[in-house]
């Protein structure tokens, strides 16, 4: 019968062998899928709690509130709990421009600065405690130039937001009159991570009222 | 298969008839995963795994497929491995996954396992079908992994993550497009070079 | 909504080209462009396989998830593409056997291009609904059709130098399209005033 196969031409019995051919392909593909499926999920999951580990203070559970929602760059809200007592709020924001109603849907003032990035939206995860400091800034995404704006992502740039109280500094760089001390040649990439910074403030308080916490 | 047959065998995948720099094949990935050592060794040892693979299992089918329809027969075949790889990747190596993005998927379209499926799996037993598999994919791993150093040691002065020489002034343009593309063609242009001494 | 069409136009065909920044389609690139004529055959042919492929396999897509079968993305997305370039295939020798026969094997290849295949998955992963994804693939093939011609003229003109055996072929035509995506390269960071 094989050879029979193999020396027949004819349209229908190439059909035959694509389709018999696929359909094992597919039984293969379905068997490791099932294999591999819980543990990519997983995956996601721990790299999302990697993430939070890193700007927030310790914490047993999270969350997770998406506020602006878009299939490549949602805006997410985090509430961290130790022993059932929130211990944290870290956010996820772009620094894509919004537009007046999603500002107003945020609860993030009309006249923010909404500077943009160098090149495509930068991703911040920011991490504030309950009292108000922010514990940490995560880069998330960032494709800045090269050597230039991809700095913000240095020690020594993020020491601008980390630990600092939010209602002590004006969230905007220093040549626009704030107190954050810009990159050298990389004004845009400072002025978008400041905006995305003020940005999350507004929404971290938003939160915090909403929990009346304060 | 004795000893020296495999060693002459290795020497053919990775130097006389090496896919990226004598027969010029798979460039895209050359190009792309090859902005450090690690990258470039992920993406060659997938490339190895699916080689080796594919070109066992053609060759065990090759009496089953109709000639007309061995094309598309070698894609699924070897879409098959490629997913395999990918999901198996995506699972147990997620940063590889992250650093290597849609080069997993697009190993399916490398010429160099068509290639090697239509010129060798097709036409020999399962045996030696498997070694040239291999030794055509350690021949790519090197050539992605000699590319990789030179791009990572220039732009960041380090090998595979340890600083070998700490540069003050990176050259960063390696790390991007027109570095890539150099790169290649002067490593091409040096290896033509000592191949035409050698003659 | 056109605003991010028009965005999304010039972006992928010149910001974002698709050899010279994405490294995509490298292989028919450095393969077919020796002369501007079978540069901008090859350029044509992919222009209509691409904006297809990408329209057919945003609806496998959505068949895929519908089933729950998405590891078979890969493995769908390559047959049809494969099965498309057969089609061209024989429309081309019907209609223009000139410019089949000057295409010769490098027809067939479009299947094994990578900027393909690769634009059919990019479209997915940025969730680009129908219409983005056909302005998407339109203008990324119009960039690689772009690329292509510019190339075969730069190499025309390199016909009359002196190019030092080891350099010849390959090499020189790596190195020339590394200074030009170094040209492209001055268009980071520009932004659309919309």
């Known amino acids: 019968m094989m050879n029979r196969i193999r020396k027949g031409n004819s349209d229908l019995n190439l059909l035959i062998v694509l389709t018999l051919f696929s359909a094992i392909s597919g039984l293969i593909l379905a068997l490791v899928n099932n294999v591999t499926k819980d543990r990519i999920a997983m995956v996601a999951v721990i790299k999302q709690k990697k993430a939070l580990m890193e700007v927030m203070p310790a914490f047993d559970t999270a969350e997770a509130e998406t506020i602006l929602a878009d299939p490549m760059d949602p805006f997410e809200l985090f509430v961290c709990k130790k022993d059932q007592k929130p211990v944290g709020i870290a956010v996820m924001a772009s620094s894509r421009l919004l537009s007046a109603e999603q500002l107003k849907k945020l609860a993030i003032p009309e006249n923010i600065r909404q500077d943009q990035s160098y090149a495509d939206p930068i991703k911040l995860l920011v991490g504030f405690t309950i009292d108000g400091k922010i514990k940490g800034v995560s880069i998330l995404d960032c494709k800045e130039t090269p050597g230039l704006g991809t700095n913000i992502n240095t020690p020594a740039f993020k020491s601008n937001y980390v630990d600092a109280g939010i209602d002590l500094k004006k969230w905007s760089v220093k040549k626009d009159g704030g107190d954050v001390e810009q990159l050298t040649a990389a004004t845009i990439s400072s002025r978008a991570t400041t905006a995305i910074v003020a940005k999350s403030i507004a929404i971290y308080k938003n939160k915090v009222k909403s929990l009346n916490l304060k | 298969m004795g000893l020296d047959n495999l060693k002459k065998e290795l020497y053919r995948g990775v130097v006389t008839e090496n896919p990226t720099f004598r027969i010029v094949l798979g460039m895209c990935p050359t190009l792309a995963t090859t902005t450090s050592v690690q990258n470039a060794l992920g993406m060659g040892i997938s490339v190895i795994a699916v080689l080796t693979c594919s070109n066992i299992a053609i060759s065990m089918l090759r009496n089953v497929i109709p000639n007309k329809v061995r094309i598309p027969a070698f894609v699924v075949v070897i879409a098959t491995f490629v997913t395999v790889v990918d999901l198996l990747i995506a699972a147990f190596i997620p940063p590889l996954y992250e650093a290597l993005g849609i080069f997993i998927p697009l190993i399916v379209v490398n010429c160099i396992i068509l290639g090697r499926a239509e010129a060798y799996a097709a036409k020999n037993e399962v045996l030696p079908s498997a070694i040239d598999g291999l030794v055509m994919g350690i021949g790519f791993t090197c050539s992605l992994a000699l590319i990789g150093s030179i791009r990572e040691f220039l732009s960041a002065g380090t090998l595979l993550g340890y600083t070998v020489v700490p540069f003050t002034h990176k050259f960063i343009l390696m790390t991007l497009a027109p570095g890539a593309f150099i790169t290649l063609g002067l490593t091409l242009a040096l290896i033509n070079f000592l191949q035409s001494k050698e003659n | ?194």
């Open chain 3, 1 to 194: 909504m056109t605003s991010a069409l028009i965005s999304i136009l010039i972006t992928s065909a010149i910001f974002n080209n698709v050899i010279f920044a994405q490294f995509l389609g490298t292989c028919p690139f450095l393969g077919v462009s020796k002369s501007i004529e079978t540069a901008t055959g090859m350029g044509l042919a992919v222009i209509f396989v691409m904006v297809l492929a990408n329209i057919i396999t945003y609806y496998v897509q959505m068949l895929l998830v519908k089933f729950g079968v998405a590891y078979l993305q890969t493995l769908a997305f390559i047959l049809v593409i494969a099965a498309l370039v057969q089609m061209v295939e024989i429309m081309l020798k019907k209609l223009s056997p000139g410019l089949y026969k000057a295409l010769g094997i490098y027809l067939p290849l479009i299947t094994t291009n990578c900027a393909v295949l690769g634009i059919a998955l990019l479209a997915i992963k940025k969730n680009y609904g129908l219409v983005e994804s056909v302005v998407y693939s339109f203008a990324t093939a119009a960039g690689f059709t772009l690329a292509i011609i510019l190339f075969a003229g730069v190499r025309e003109q390199m016909r009359f130098s002196k190019i030092p055996d080891a350099m010849d072929g390959f090499p020189i035509a790596l190195i020339t399209t590394g200074i030009m995506a170094l040209a492209f390269m001055g268009f980071a960071g520009f932004k659309l005033p919309f």
